[in-house]
């Protein structure tokens, strides 16, 4: 729940990267449709805002993994093309087309109940076949390949695209990535004529090999990094400001949070930020005396988190500051120029994806960068 004063951060999200991103992306797939997932509220940026943003941009294939989600952005850009990657829900076709959302078809009993409801309509309402070559999520077995197209040839269907995922494209190097896309091209041949899909993010910056007609970036999109161990090209979209409540001076020996699992060795200067686990700051980001957790930047510099990070509030040590003590309502960032969506996903043990899709706290969100945009 955003808190309606303003009073309990700012979340900013430039369109304005966002545009720039998709199209810095769409010159490296030159030659290839350039698609928009927008899954997960557009990555915690906000599904409506971000599509709409997406095709000023250029974008006009966009990729959601829930009906819901594609109904949102079926009203937020009623000319985008729409594929639900999660499929057929089921019992959801008269939904998907009432909709106009192409499923992405991925069991023999989803393309049963689509090819159903084609029949009962007489009409080849378009969808596409994802196909698992080794992810071992969603997709039809290569095996089923024979049986697809003989059931979609007997009735004249053909789909508008032949998806696949890539397990390891953020390790460009693992041997896996390779046999995926051999195994893709085996499906390809197997469907003629038809489009093909492979690369997320990763697979895109991985080189044209992956790239087929249509590509699927979201997490670079969205200015997070794609590639292990690469400098990240893209723009950040997100930056996130808090306000410090409250600076104490504590003791050496003193405790601080739940647990009491951090004891502070010097004489210490600590700033107290309305910022918590509630917020989207992970509980992993704390620490203790033996293990230093996340970082937030209060005026241009880094400074640790110190204790447990609890509900509703975040202790960093600021002693290093010096004399110049932050007043109350100061901003300390938690997420912006210096401290990076993966750099926050780093310190707590997971990923930039999981940062963002978690960016829902008690703070405003503040749409700026981009003039040309239609409002929201
Ligand atoms: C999420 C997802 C993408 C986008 O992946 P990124 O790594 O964020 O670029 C593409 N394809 C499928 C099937 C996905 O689930």
Same mark, same amino acid.
């Given at each position: 729940?955003?808190?309606?004063?303003?009073?309990?951060?700012?979340?900013?999200?430039?369109?304005?990267?966002?545009?720039?991103?998709?199209?810095?992306?769409?010159?490296?797939?030159?030659?290839?449709?350039?698609?928009?997932?927008?899954?997960?509220?557009?990555?915690?940026?906000?599904?409506?805002?971000?599509?709409?943003?997406?095709?000023?941009?250029?974008?006009?294939?966009?990729?959601?993994?829930?009906?819901?989600?594609?109904?949102?952005?079926?009203?937020?850009?009623?000319?985008?093309?729409?594929?639900?990657?999660?499929?057929?829900?089921?019992?959801?076709?008269?939904?998907?087309?009432?909709?106009?959302?192409?499923?992405?078809?991925?069991?023999?009993?989803?393309?049963?109940?689509?090819?159903?409801?084609?029949?009962?309509?007489?009409?080849?309402?378009?969808?596409?076949?994802?196909?698992?070559?080794?992810?071992?999520?969603?997709?039809?077995?290569?095996?089923?390949?024979?049986?697809?197209?003989?059931?979609?040839?007997?009735?004249?269907?053909?789909?508008?695209?032949?998806?696949?995922?890539?397990?390891?494209?953020?390790?460009?190097?693992?041997?896996?990535?390779?046999?995926?896309?051999?195994?893709?091209?085996?499906?390809?041949?197997?469907?003629?004529?038809?489009?093909?899909?492979?690369?997320?993010?990763?697979?895109?910056?991985?080189?044209?090999?992956?790239?087929?007609?249509? $590509?699927?970036?979201?997490?670079?999109?969205?200015?997070? @990094?794609?590639? +292990? &161990?690469?400098? #990240?090209?893209?723009? *950040?979209?997100?930056?996130?400001?808090?306000?410090?409540?409250?600076?104490?001076?504590?003791?050496?020996?003193?405790?601080?949070?739940?647990?009491?699992?951090?004891?502070?060795?010097?004489?210490?200067?600590?700033?107290?930020?309305?910022?918590?686990?509630?917020?989207?700051?992970?509980?992993?980001?704390?620490?203790?005396?033996?293990?230093?957790?996340?970082?937030?930047?209060?005026?241009?510099?880094?400074?640790?988190?110190?204790?447990?990070?609890?509900?509703?509030?975040?202790?960093?040590?600021?002693?290093?500051?010096?004399?110049?003590?932050?007043?109350?309502?100061?901003?300390?960032?938690?997420?912006?120029?210096?401290?990076?969506?993966?750099?926050?996903?780093?310190?707590?043990?997971?990923?930039?994806?999981? $940062?963002?899709?978690?960016?829902?706290?008690?703070?405003? @969100?503040?749409? +700026? &960068?981009?003039? #040309?945009?239609?409002? *929201?």
């Amino acid at each position: 729940m955003a808190l309606t004063s303003g009073l309990g951060g700012q979340l900013s999200i430039d369109l304005g990267a966002l545009a720039r991103n998709w199209r810095a992306l769409d010159k490296v797939s030159a030659g290839a449709l350039t698609g928009a997932v927008v899954k997960a509220d557009a990555y915690g940026t906000g599904i409506t805002v971000a599509s709409k943003a997406l095709h000023a941009a250029g974008a006009r294939f966009f990729f959601v993994a829930t009906p819901d989600e594609g109904m949102a952005v079926r009203a937020a850009v009623p000319e985008a093309h729409i594929f639900v990657m999660n499929g057929l829900y089921p019992g959801a076709a008269n939904l998907y087309i009432r909709q106009n959302l192409m499923p992405v078809l991925c069991s023999v009993e989803m393309l049963e109940e689509w090819l159903a409801k084609c029949l009962e309509r007489n009409e080849a309402y378009p969808s596409a076949f994802h196909f698992d070559t080794g992810i071992n999520r969603l997709g039809f077995r290569l095996n089923e390949a024979g049986f697809v197209r003989e059931r979609i040839e007997a009735l004249g269907y053909a789909p508008q695209m032949l998806m696949s995922h890539l397990a390891c494209a953020d390790q460009p190097n693992h041997e896996k990535n390779r046999t995926q896309l051999a195994l893709f091209g085996s499906v390809m041949t197997q469907f003629q004529g038809i489009p093909a899909s492979l690369a997320n993010s990763a697979g895109l910056m991985s080189g044209r090999d992956y790239h087929f007609q249509m $590509v699927r970036p979201g997490i670079s999109l969205y200015g997070g @990094r794609a590639l +292990v &161990g690469r400098k #990240n090209p893209m723009a *950040a979209v997100v930056t996130l400001h808090v306000p410090i409540l409250q600076v104490k001076e504590a003791r050496t020996g003193e405790t601080v949070g739940y647990g009491a699992g951090y004891s502070l060795s010097r004489d210490s200067r600590l700033a107290i930020i309305s910022h918590g686990y509630a917020d989207g700051f992970f509980r992993s980001l704390s620490a203790t005396n033996s293990r230093p957790g996340g970082k937030v930047a209060i005026r241009g510099k880094l400074f640790p988190v110190i204790g447990r990070v609890s509900m509703d509030q975040v202790v960093v040590d600021i002693t290093e500051l010096g004399p110049d003590i932050p007043k109350p309502g100061e901003g300390a960032e938690v997420l912006g120029a210096n401290i990076s969506v993966d750099d926050q996903g780093d310190a707590a043990g997971t990923i930039g994806y999981e $940062v963002l899709t978690s960016l829902k706290g008690r703070y405003n @969100r503040n749409y +700026v &960068g981009d003039g #040309n945009l239609p409002p *929201a």
